[in-house]
């Protein structure tokens, strides 16, 4: 039968079955808890409720302007009623009145492409 050795070790064994158990039940407990019955936040919620999804059915539609419908920009006009020219009054570069700008303004762009 049982020796005094083996009876001794069964209730030690015991005695661990039944701490795993309380220590399991509490950690059941933790893991049970979510931000609707404790004070943890709604980003703690790890498990449990889904993410929030869409009502909104899929389309089957892109994002953006769909093909074949009609642009948005806004067009150069072929005739324009008024022709307005925008001169600065100097130079951004080297602040020299605009006088002849035509002039300047070749001057620069030949400096800036290195043709001087």
Known sequence: MLTCEQAARIGELRE??????TRIAELERRL???SQNSSLPPSSD????PKPTSLRGK?????GKQPGSPG???MQADDP???VDHVPAE???CGA???GYLSQLSRHFARFFGLE
Do not use: E, I, M, Y
Request: charged share 15%.
């Open 16 to 21: 661990q079955v039944a701490a795993q158990a």
């Open 32 to 34: 049970g808890q979510n």
């Open 46 to 49: 790890r498990f449990g409720r």
């Open 59 to 63: 389309t089957g539609r892109k994002p």
């Open 72 to 74: 948005a920009a806004l």
């Open 81 to 83: 009623d008024q022709v």
């Open 91 to 93: 130079c951004a570069g």
């Open 97 to 99: 009145s605009q006088g």
